[in-house]
């Protein structure tokens, strides 16, 4: 199979209100444009060195997704052209996102992480402290970002049952979200959640948004 046949056969079963981000991370640039050619707009990668070379190498047309953990001091180097970061865990980071984006005159969209998984590693806010952040003063104060949903991983496993159960809770927290009001910097419309193993069953729990590498790219 090749790229372009893999993005269509995953086109095919996408339900209309869910955007598909093509991970692209680890990929040379040629792949990145096999799937362009193939239409595709949204990609996404995980180190911010790695997405701002290939943001200078390919069209400009390309929405980059910043889709991995985002240390401080690198958000400066993305802050110029990304489309949304996934990864936002804590006040702290969106603060940074906030600042270099006015720098550049930018809103930079983000969706706030939340830890869902059985695994400690993986990072993320839970529900206390997603909370938390959103009733803050501070966050309210923030004009160059706006939080446009929620993103989260389940546990690396077989068991459908977890996975379910991870991305059902997640849908509940953005649902109890949307009941917010929207605000500047703030509206519950996206829910990144799905990658290659689990897009299915994500898009069933309610995902509007999946982030599929290996099934378009193949294994890495
Ligand atoms: C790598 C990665 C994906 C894509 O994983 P595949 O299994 O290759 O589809 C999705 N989300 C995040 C956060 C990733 O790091």
Known sequence: MSISNNLNA???????????????????????????NAGQRIFGENKIREMSEKFEALPK?????????????????????????????????????NKQAA?????IDCLLQMHIAEEETKFGLNEAELLEL??????????????????????????????????????S?????KQRPESENFTAVILSMGMSGDYKLAIECGSTMVRIGSSIFGQR
């Open 173 to 177: 927290v953005f649902d109890n979200l």
């Open 134 to 171: 959103l009733g803050s003063g501070a966050f309210a104060s923030l004009k160059n970002i706006k939080v446009k949903g929620l993103m989260g991983m389940a546990t690396f496993t077989e068991k459908q049952s977890t996975i379910q159960r991870e991305f059902k809770y997640l849908k």
């Open 10 to 36: 995953i086109r095919a079963q996408l339900p209309q209100n869910v955007t598909l981000v093509a991970v692209s991370k680890t990929r040379p640039t040629a792949d990145i444009l096999e799937a362009y």
């Open 61 to 97: 047309d390309i929405a980059w997704h910043m889709i991995g953990h985002v240390q401080t001091n690198k958000v400066k180097f993305m802050a110029p052209f990304v489309g949304l970061v996934h990864g936002v865990d804590s006040l702290k980071l969106l603060q940074e996102i």
């Open 103 to 107: 720098k550049h005159n930018r809103v």
